[in-house]
């Protein structure tokens, strides 16, 4: 026989048809040897799921959890059996990444081998692609994502507020509770404080600010200091941080004032019905406005952050004969700047810090989702008596009618009447009448929130649970590294079913029959001079189909 020609082809079916006897080969003996096999199409609906829905599940509870609206609930709180079923969604979610991440490597290469029966180089560096996506991707996402306790409030399943794992740890003012609060009990407790009141004093209601901004010393402590500097910032400071892990806005009022001394007073008092009052004692007169309107509330009846702006004027002229006292006549000016609005308090969502004031409240979508703030609708009533701003208030408290000073104005004691004329001589000294007035505004917004604060904060321990942690690094590589091997998966799909093949996958029972084949041709034809192509491809010769096709020397072996 002479050598093979450039066309001979190796036919694994059945022989040419001038062949004779007819022969079948190993690969013959299926009768439906080219199919589509679907062991590979029920690998790939076993582990696609499996891939990509704990990823997605896993995103979800970095915000939210599965079963819940939110991980706060400001409608009433979960139950534990609530909190149970989402412990068990974590642990089942966890569970399948891992098992994803094992058979990840072991199903990936399953599918190469089959698609690498209709394979080709380029196949073979896409596949290598695949596999270290499948192979990269689990330790990414264990270093990327990982796990935080964090509590959720818990409460009994027929009430939250007021059972045994909540209580009530303070109250807050409602804009409505502030704008109906009557002047006179305001101005009255203003009075009592200011009498009494000493720098040394721990405040209780006070927060500074800036504190902790001095060196700590053996002279002195981070709570003095913070109680002894007038950044007159208010809150009311009765919950335990340790004890808060939900968010809760809470209403704060700071004034300060600024006062300089060489104006001249005006000719009248500015405003709808101005505070002026004028203390007539021995060798000393004093004169106090304070622009603006007694009998009207400066607020509006809103939560977002507000700021207004008052105006007092101080006049004293003294005489006295005696050169120890000398005589001093001095025009103050002092303009106050009081903000109001709410803040969150420090909880375990906010690395137990207070924030700032709010500029804009939120909107009871953002309320419902992302804080634990439960507002009644009130209506809001007329009064007659409404409270004015901080300093005209201050003002009231201090040289008022029910005041200390109009008291004392009232008695004819010479020794007395000296004691006030020296007392408002002394406002003269270098900030005195300033530190003075952000004393006495200080109480004035103490005096209106507490009496005004109607509304009960509750606090709940919670109950620990272990979730995801927001990652936004984690979830854009892991999202890319799932959705890479995804799309990698559908398309080497595609490529596996685009045409029929004759084995699952390239094993060595496979490489045995295609040697069994080869055996076959005839023993003069040189191995070296069969170039065997491993796949499907259509015979020239009929129309029968076969695995390995003997081609010329030119073609290159492929499997």
């Known amino acids: 026989m002479g050598p093979p020609s450039d066309n001979f082809e190796l036919h694994s079916v059945r022989t040419v048809a001038n062949d004779a006897p007819r022969r079948q080969t190993g690969l013959a003996k299926d009768e439906q040897l080219l199919r589509y096999r679907k062991r590979s199409a029920w690998i790939f609906a076993f582990y696609f799921p499996l891939l990509v829905l704990p990823w997605i599940f896993t995103a979800i509870l970095m915000f939210r959890p599965i079963n819940l609206h939110s991980y706060i609930n400001q409608t009433g709180g979960y139950t534990l059996k609530d909190v149970a079923n989402l412990e068990r969604l974590c642990v089942a979610v966890y569970a399948l990444t891992q098992i994803a991440a094992t058979l990840g490597i072991p199903i990936v290469s399953t599918l190469l081998a089959h698609g690498a029966v209709n394979s080709s180089s380029t196949y073979l560096r896409l596949a290598a692609v695949l596999i270290f996506i499948t192979a990269v991707q689990p330790p990414l996402q264990s270093v990327l994502v990982r796990d935080e306790t964090i509590p959720i409030v818990t409460c009994t399943p027929s009430r939250c507020y007021g059972d045994r794992d909540g209580w009530i740890v303070g109250n807050d003012a409602d804009p409505e509770a502030l704008a109906k609060s009557w002047r006179k009990w305001i101005i009255q407790r203003t009075s009592e404080k200011i009498i009494s009141v000493n720098t040394k004093d721990t405040q209780q209601y006070l927060w500074s600010d800036t504190p902790y901004w001095l060196p700590e010393t053996k002279y002195s402590s981070a709570l003095s200091r913070d109680r002894g500097n007038f950044e007159w910032a208010l809150g009311l400071e009765t919950l335990n941080d340790d004890d808060e892990p939900e968010p809760l806005f809470f209403a704060s009022m700071d004034s300060k004032a600024t006062c300089t001394e060489g104006h001249s007073s005006p000719s009248g008092c500015k405003g709808t019905w101005p505070f002026t009052a004028s203390l007539s004692l021995p060798y000393t007169n004093v004169e106090v406005c304070v622009d603006g309107d007694q009998d009207t509330n400066p607020w509006a009846i809103s939560r977002d952050k507000q ?17 120890y006292d000398g005589s001093d006549n001095f025009n103050i000016r002092c303009e106050s700047v009081s903000r109001r609005g709410w803040f969150e308090l420090p909880n375990h969502y906010n690395g137990y810090k207070p924030g700032p004031l709010l500029d804009l409240w939120p909107s009871k979508e953002e309320l419902a989702r992302d804080f634990n703030e439960y507002i009644y609708e009130r209506s809001v009533l007329e009064t007659s008596q409404p409270t004015p701003g901080p300093l005209m208030t201050a003002g009231l408290a201090m040289l008022g009618n029910t005041s200390f000073f109009r008291l004392a104005n009232r008695d004819r004691d ?20 300033q530190n003075a007035l952000n004393i006495a505004m200080y109480f004035a917004n103490e005096a209106l929130l507490t009496t005004a604060a109607d509304r009960p904060l509750y606090s709940n321990p919670g109950y620990m649970i272990s979730k995801p942690k927001k990652s936004l690094a984690g979830l854009i590589v892991i999202t890319t590294f799932i959705g890479l091997q995804a799309i990698g998966l559908c398309l080497l799909m595609a490529f596996i079913y685009s045409t029929p093949t004759w084995t699952d996958d390239l094993d060595a029972d496979a490489l045995t029959q295609i040697g069994a084949q080869l055996k076959d041709l005839d023993e003069i034809m040189s191995r070296s001079q069969v170039c065997g192509l491993v796949g499907t491809v259509e015979d020239r010769g009929n129309d029968e189909t076969s695995s390995v096709r003997a081609s010329s020397s030119q073609e290159a072996v492929s499997s």
């Open 414 to 433: 010479n020794n007395v009447l000296d004691l006030l004329g020296r007392y408002f001589m002394f406002l003269g000294s270098d900030n005195t009448t």
């Open 307 to 323: 700021e207004i702006k008052e105006t007092l004027w101080l006049q004293v002229s003294s005489w006295n004969p005696d050169p």
